[in-house]
């Protein structure tokens, strides 16, 4: 279903980070892109309202949730999701920084979800060779929309921006929506429960995008500068990776890139991307068929 | 699709590296096994997309830098899989694998893997000098065109230019003991943009050397701001 934008109504009519609230603060006025729209976005300094306006006029959807400035371009069909994390007052949440990448914001959710590159790309830190074998986990459809990968683990020499020795770490993925996937991962001191990660991807074209990372961490030795450090130090190897990925969309049809079983969650990423009509930042099943 | 085209120089495929180059638009990821082969692939791992050049050369094999898969010379099968390390890849997971060889120290690539032995025009088995390979904002059509108009063979002569074909020119002068040819191959990078590879035959005598390539360097730098020039010219009128 799309719109007078021409833009698919799954991603039109829904929520998306545009900036860092941070940022915006600090700048007062800040350019930038959503969908392949040219957003401004101000913020009065006297009673800090946050507004946004494209082509001239005002965006009627505007909001400040988790540290970040969300805009929906068309009418909200629902509410920006929801990260329950964040509102136990014992947990650090913090932001983990924006990093515009020279790709399909798809390929970024994609690539956040991903076990296999854990050892090659974060070696030393969230893998290590000869750890490399991923064990079977399951994928399951989300009851709201999106899919859940569960019984990951991953033998991880520094999973956290405080550890310094290595264990097997158990992992949870969700993809919340197309453009929104979560993590949870053991935390090193409380093993039963989890510190959260989330990448807010921002379609800024079809084929880039602004990563913005959300981490809610439980309350052990961690800070933001930590926090924020740990976090683009490890964007900043995943980057030149996906900056080198062709093309530069995300290829929906199952015989354009072949998966192997440790794909499982990206191969079903595809496959529920395709079902839910996205094309944004894509390039859908039936345009690869074509001749 | 079917034919030979000059995409490298030999010696810029030094043992354990990954050269990157593109013909026709197609990005090309070239590097020399350990036996000394060459092998010239899509620059582009099966599995995920990312160009393979940023990969690892093991001498045997070329290890993408995403998730370690890794390809086997000759034949650009997978044969190793870290996340699945006992297990038997695929035979689908494999590079896309193009014809290569080389000829007077330069990496000839044809797209299609069936292609023939190529046949390059030489005059005799003489040694030859390489000159400098020039890159040409320009189409393949246009070089040779300029090129047709005449080139100085040495600061005294005019060659004669043949053309062999769209891609290849002789450009010749002197006759007996005193013949020289260049040859022109040109490497179609895009549509709009060519890489001249270029030789002298009979090489040039150790002590002219430096002459010599400076002479040619300098033919080749009028005939690239000629090409260019006429071209952007074009594009105005259009």
């Known amino acids: ?291 | 699709m079917n034919r030979w085209y000059p995409v490298a120089r030999s010696e810029e495929l030094v043992p354990r590296h990954i050269a990157q180059t593109q013909l026709l638009g197609q990005e090309i990821a070239l590097w020399r096994d350990d036996a000394g082969a060459v092998n010239a692939w899509e620059n582009r791992c099966p599995h995920r997309g990312v160009r393979l050049s940023i990969g690892s050369n093991t001498g045997t094999d070329l290890r993408c830098r995403y998730h370690g898969f890794r390809f086997a010379a000759g034949s650009g099968r997978c044969n190793f899989i870290p996340a699945h390390p006992s297990q038997k890849p695929a035979g689908s997971m494999h590079a896309v694998v193009y014809a290569a060889v080389e000829r007077y120290r330069y990496v000839c690539v044809s797209l299609d893997p069936r292609t023939d032995e190529p046949e390059l025009p030489m005059p005799g088995n003489a040694a030859a000098t390489s000159l400098r390979s020039i890159f040409v904002e320009a189409p393949a059509a246009a070089v040779v065109d300029q090129l047709s108009r005449g080139y100085r063979i040495d600061a005294a002569t005019e060659a004669v230019l043949t053309g062999e074909d769209h891609f290849t020119l002789t450009a010749a002068a002197g006759s007996g003991e005193r013949a020289q040819v260049v040859l022109f191959l040109l490497q179609p990078v895009t549509q709009t943009q060519t890489v001249i590879h270029a030789l002298l035959c009979p090489a040039a005598a150790a002590a002219d050397r430096l002459a010599v390539l400076r002479h040619h360097n300098a033919q080749m730098t009028m005939l690239r701001d000629a090409v260019e020039r006429s071209c952007a010219a074009a594009k105005r009128r259009a």
């Open chain 1, 1 to 291: 279903m799309t719109n007078e934008s021409g833009i698919e109504s799954v991603l039109w009519d829904d929520w998306h980070v545009v900036a860092e609230l941070a940022r915006l603060e600090h700048a007062g006025r800040f350019e930038t892109m959503l969908l392949g729209v040219p957003v401004t976005l101000e913020m009065d300094r006297a009673s800090g309202r946050v507004g946004a306006r494209s082509d001239g006029a005002d965006i009627a959807s505007v909001a400040v949730k988790y540290g970040f400035v969300w805009i929906c371009l068309g009418r909200p069909a629902r509410a920006i999701v929801e990260f329950d994390e964040c509102l136990e007052p014992e947990r650090l949440t913090a932001t983990g920084g924006s990093v515009r990448v020279a790709v399909s914001g798809l390929r970024a959710v994609e690539n956040f979800l991903d076990l296999g590159h854990l050892a090659f790309v974060h070696a030393g830190y969230l893998g290590e060779e000869p750890h490399t074998e991923i064990a079977p986990y399951a994928v399951d459809a989300r009851p709201g929309g999106g899919i859940i990968a569960t019984g990951c683990r991953v033998y991880q020499p520094k999973p956290s921006p405080v550890d310094s020795h290595g264990f097997d770490v158990d992992y949870v993925y969700a993809v919340l929506r197309p453009y929104i996937v979560v993590l949870y991962k053991a935390n090193p001191v409380e093993k039963t429960r989890q510190d959260m990660i989330a990448l807010l991807v921002q379609p800024v074209s079809e084929e880039s995008c602004v990563a913005h990372i959300l981490t809610c961490y439980l309350p052990h030795e961690i800070h933001p500068p930590t926090v924020r450090r740990f976090q683009q130090f490890i964007f900043g190897q995943d980057r030149p990776i996906l900056e080198n990925q062709l093309p530069k969309r995300l290829p929906l049809d199952p015989r354009a890139e072949i998966s192997v079983r440790a794909d499982g969650s990206s191969a079903a990423y595809r496959r529920w991307l395709g079902a839910s009509g996205v094309r944004f930042g894509a390039i859908p099943a039936s345009d690869a068929a074509a001749p």
